[in-house]
């Protein structure tokens, strides 16, 4: 499966922004999908993850009660809302896939997209 992150931007604090992660092939709907995020000088960290039913989603305790991770199996796509921001919400957004049950370790996911930029702005 190929994924294709996008809808990043510069977005001041408390405000929001939805991030997509667009999937080619036809067993999408096998993945669990992940977020994943990194900021500069900083390694990559779990933002969420969705099961691929999605009966099943996680949160980073950084970004619970604030993000919400839903899927689109019609349209290949897994979709991060996000609101509240806060200035250390900055970072490249990835969103990865695993066909099997998600974890929160980027070694686990077997592929990636390209990552899309997230800025808030204070």
């Known amino acids: 499966v190929q994924l294709q992150a996008s809808g990043g931007g510069l977005v001041q604090v408390g405000g929001s922004l939805r991030v997509s992660c667009a999937a080619s092939?036809?067993?999408?709907?096998?993945?669990?999908i992940a977020w994943f995020r990194q900021a500069p000088r900083k390694e990559r960290e779990f933002v969420s993850r969705i099961n691929w039913s999605g009966s099943t989603t996680v949160y980073a305790d950084s970004v619970k009660g604030r993000f919400t991770i839903s899927r689109d199996d019609a349209k290949n796509a897994v979709f991060l809302q996000m609101n509240s921001l806060k200035p250390e919400d900055t970072a490249v957004y990835y969103c990865a896939a695993r066909r099997g049950f998600g974890t929160r370790y980027p070694y686990d996911y077997d592929y990636w997209g390209q990552g899309t930029l997230v800025t808030v702005s204070s």
């Open positions: 092939g036809r067993t999408f709907n096998r993945y669990d």
